[in-house]
């Protein structure tokens, strides 16, 4: 009745409506107030950036271990710049010239660990998992070695609205998140690069043979996953008003899980920007919602992990349901 | 002497002597009985958690929860050895079985619904990490009995020192060697450890020869399970204090370390040897630098270079076999 991917996206906006049911019903009012919405509106944006680089790679069949330590060293680049240069003394128009800089250095810093992973990947033909596991670990070590393990702290105003911000109401991380979404999304869906990125994730070989190039694919598309560890780190230095080599590392593995409750396959090909947009949303009520009735931290770790393996359990089942009737 | 060259272990090896050079050239003390012992006391329980990586690699699939089930297993173990006594035996028996029921959990997820390992053991991880916390409330275990203290200080064979100070072959070493042992009998000489490098290879075909492909998922996550509960006991020996955070967040470097070895993650290849000879090396790197005394944080610059150099060294020369072949088949 249903197609794959139309099942897989209606479950997941079940299981949406299901938990904002049930957080309302334990919550009561606060869980629907503006206070909380909001607070929601920032915590999300993180972990949605750094989902969005890690699913571009999973769409290739891929896997970026690395957006963690890319965006933490980007982090320290930024705010390097930023405490080395801006003092007190600055003049406004010279701040915001620096702060713009210092933003583009971090970036520019994102662009060439995106290169690098890309040129490991595609061009000397490791396989992702290896290869960012090596980057991860020696950019870690780059960013340790850079701050000898300490916290670069204390960032001027202009840097600390793009984190705590609030534009018309609505929070300046979120606005960026959904300019990435929005981004992202256009870039898989319209474009040529979008469609050769899920082909090569269904079958390089065959994608290969159909004219188009791997590699350059490969390169592009961890180009812009690490772009947007990138951009995930300056909203995260911009929170935390500090940058460090350590900062956010459970979030590798989250990311992740985010992506493939997204319906993001890990054996590539499959995937989509707005499943993904409701998985992080369905992570976000979970845990604002046992946050507000005190409950651990941890608890809602396990309960996301629960979350995973019980929307897979039903995407295998309907699909195998289908399959039965079809043969039937 | 060219079957050698072809093989990823004599670099690995090389690159291990190579350092070992350096190194001495450096500190002598690094080139002593006492330094290896101590390596080889500290280092068990990495190398134990690689040789159930090892299996799960071989066996084409992957794991990330054993972390969470090396602490689970410590957690249990510790509980029910301070409060109701018991000795080595019993503290290994409550680990092991804690780990094998949380493994076959693992296994049954993975197999009966389809979900890919990698997916599966993430997930799981944050359940067992999150529920041992919330259940432990956070809490740090001490006190152990005193045979539980005594044992980690126990030696096979014991040496002295010219200051005086004893040191030798430590007996958490010797269950490093025996689990050894018994991995490399089970991978070589029988049919299940076969059947783990055929299912690796291809799933369909091993099936098709009749080997049964969820008893030995069951067995390789059960194993992994087994030897995290090990592990997590040697753990609580080293450090006689159990924290929840102790272990997690580990998994990637024993992944590493099997890596370096020499194992792919497409399943169906990876030997001991070269496991062994990846956790060595770092080892060696780790040991080197506190020994050369270079600033501890540089560690990870080093790590990472090397993965990254060791993982692209093979893909090199997976390619230059993959060219060698198609020449062939073009004759």
Redesign the interface.
Known sequence: MFSREYSESLTLGLVMVGVLLLMWLLNGSQFVTIGNLQSMAFQLPELGILSLAMMITMLTAGIN?SIIASANLCGIVTALILTRYVTPETAGAETMALVVLAIAAGLLTSVIIGLLNGA?IAI????P???T??????????A??VT??YVISGLPEPVRFIGNGVVLGIPTPMIIFIVCAAVMALLLNRTRLGVNIYMIGSNPTACYFAGVNNAAVLMKTYLISGLYAGIAAIIMISRFNSAKADYG?SYL?LT??AS?LGGTS??GGFGKVSDLVIALIILQLVSSGLNLLQI?N?????????I??SV??VN??TQQYRERRVTA | MKKWLRRHETYVFLVIVLFSIIITSQNASFLTLENLFDLLKSYSFLGILAIGVLFVLISGGIDISFTAVATVAMYVMAIATIQYGGNMLTAFLIACSVGVALGLINAVIIYVFNIHSIITTIATLNIFYGVLTVLSGGKWIYGFPTWFREFADRRVLTLTNEAGVQYGLSTITLIWLAILIMAWVILRYTTLGRGLYAMGGNPDSAARVGFNIFRLQMFVYAFMGFLAGIAGVIQALLVQTVAPNSIVGKELDVLAAVVLGGASLFGGTGTLLGTMLGVALIAVMSNGLTMMRVPSFWYNVFIGLIIIISVSASAYRRRQRERRMIAVEAE
């Open positions: 271990l490991l000397v033909d490791v396989s998992i290896l290869a596991l090596g980057t991860m670990t020696l950019l870690n070590g780059v340790i070695v000898k393990g590392e593995l992740v899980l493939v890990a054996a651990s941890f608890l809602t770790l396990a309960i996301w992990g629960i995973l393996i897979m359990v295998h089942v």
